[in-house]
């Protein structure tokens, strides 16, 4: 019997077969988890419907996240067809190409609100309208990045966004916590996705992460989703709040500690 056997999880974020959604939307079926999809409308059909009915999915719907009435709709579709959730996945975000380049302090006002609005606003919002569906054990996980931590070259406002969404983890852990819920998020390192290759730099940033990483290779999709179901099932029963980093330990290298 799998681990999350009969639970209910709805995932936002899938754009393709290489998404970090898509790999822990694979790891929460494969230990029993009932798995239902939303994505922004244009890649519903073409990519989604077929990745998520491979699995056997049948709730497979549009969302924008940075519409309120959109994610209402949404959680109103959930509910009539599966009732509550067990499981939230926020796999998304957001920010314009030329914000991912150059200088941060050339940020425009428009880029930031942006950014901010997709990538770590969106949480508070799913969480807010997931709550009336959520329940004890419910678990709630987000997907940030080291950025958020320290200036990563051109992941500039994006670094920033990263650093609300994570703080708004440890706000949204306080308010849902004596209801039962938790809300973690997994600071994963660089994965190949469509998401990444908007980061000007991304090849060079991927190719020398093994080098300084005390476990010596690139994390994969399998990785965060092994660890996915370990902050959404019971087992991680009394986390909340909290940032794991999947990263084959990157974070706490300061100076690299070089050959021989
Ligand atoms: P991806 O391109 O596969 O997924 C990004 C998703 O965001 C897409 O499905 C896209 O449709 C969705 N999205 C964007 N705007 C949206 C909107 N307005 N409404 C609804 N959905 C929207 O890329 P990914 O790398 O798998 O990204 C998933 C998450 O993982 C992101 O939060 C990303 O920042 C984070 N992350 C990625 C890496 C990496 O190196 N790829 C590392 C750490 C964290």
Known sequence: ??????RKALIFGVANDHSIAWGIARALHGEGAIVGFSSVESLIERRVRPLAESIGATFIEPCDVQS???IRALMEKWKATNG???????????ARKEDLDGSFVDTSRDGFALALDVSAYSLVALAREARPLLHPGSAILTLTYYGAEKVVANYNVMGVAKAALEASVRYLAADLGPEGVRVNAISAG??????AAGITGFKKLYGSFAEVAPLRS???PEDVGKSAV????????A????????????NVMGVPLGEG
């Open 1 to 6: 019997m799998g681990l999350l056997e009969g």
């Open 218 to 220: 690139n994390i994969s």
């Open 190 to 195: 660089p994965v190949r996705t469509l998401a």
């Open 84 to 94: 509550k959730i067990d499981i939230l996945v926020h796999a998304l975000a957001f």
């Open 239 to 250: 986390v909340t709040g909290a940032v794991i980093h999947v990263d084959g330990g990157f």
């Open 68 to 70: 309120d009435e959109q």
């Open 230 to 237: 370990w902050l959404c099932s019971d087992l991680s029963s």
